[in-house]
């Protein structure tokens, strides 16, 4: 079965300020997604990835995806309080898809 | 994109009583709908996997028996919770994929269940 590991798992970052979140899956997928959730609601896709070197962009969010380190990056640019949401990374083989344990990201004023 | 619609967004309901949850896919064909669970600050649990015209596939631990999944058509898939109990209060979502392997994942709005 396909593991996916988000880390960190909480963050907390003051506007302005930059960051990354990490997204290790441990066989072979066949893409890498990214979702936001905002409090009581359910999940925005972001990006799909779909093959090594993979990069994303979208005004403060970029994703990048290694397939040969089975790793996906979310790097937030010059955070804003609109930002403050739990990310969610999943991985598919198939029909299946497997999700991370979400980052539950908080910018601070 | 491709809109996936759930119905309804929140409910209450009474201990014992069963309540039906919907999901459809508005503007294209769903092969397949997947049901999730959510509890406050976790990720989301796969409850099962419908394909249309067949039974579901529930995950280990799931009631089936409990958790009835109906999906009758391309385009809907229905969540029976019966006989609630407040346990089963939780947030629970749906997602459709178009076509089977290699794609993309849409989610419902999910329903916020609560029995009391």
């Known amino acids: 079965e396909l593991k996916v590991e988000q880390n960190p798992l909480f963050l907390s970052m003051q506007e302005g300020k930059n960051y990354t979140i990490y997204c290790n899956y441990s066989t072979t997928s066949d893409r890498l997604y990214w979702y936001r959730q905002d409090p009581g609601k359910s999940l925005e896709s972001l990006f799909v990835?779909?093959?090594?070197?993979a990069v994303k962009q979208e005004g403060r969010l970029m994703a990048s995806l290694d397939t040969k380190a089975r790793l996906s990056t979310l790097h937030i640019t010059a955070a804003v309080h609109d930002l403050s949401a739990t990310y969610f990374c999943?991985?598919?083989?198939?029909?299946?898809?497997?999700f991370g344990t979400g980052t539950s990201l908080t910018v601070i004023p | 994109g491709a809109v996936v619609s759930q119905h309804p967004s929140w409910v209450i309901c009474k201990s014992g009583t069963s309540v039906k949850i919907e999901c459809r896919s508005l503007?294209?064909?769903?092969?397949?709908m997947f049901w999730y669970r959510q509890f406050p600050k976790q990720s989301l649990m796969l409850m099962a996997t419908s394909n249309e015209g067949s039974k579901a596939t529930y995950e280990q631990g799931v009631e089936k028996d409990k958790f009835l999944i109906n999906h009758a058509s391309l385009t809907l898939s229905t969540l029976t919770v019966t006989s609630a109990h407040p346990e089963d209060s939780s947030f629970y979502i749906c997602?459709?994929?178009?076509?089977?392997?290699?794609?993309?994942?849409?989610f419902g709005q999910g329903t916020r269940l609560t029995v009391v």
């Open positions: 990835l779909l093959s090594n070197g």
């Open positions: 999943a991985a598919n083989t198939g029909n299946q898809f497997y």
């Open positions: 503007d294209f064909q769903a092969t397949t």
């Open positions: 997602s459709a994929t178009r076509v089977y392997g290699n794609t993309e994942a849409f």
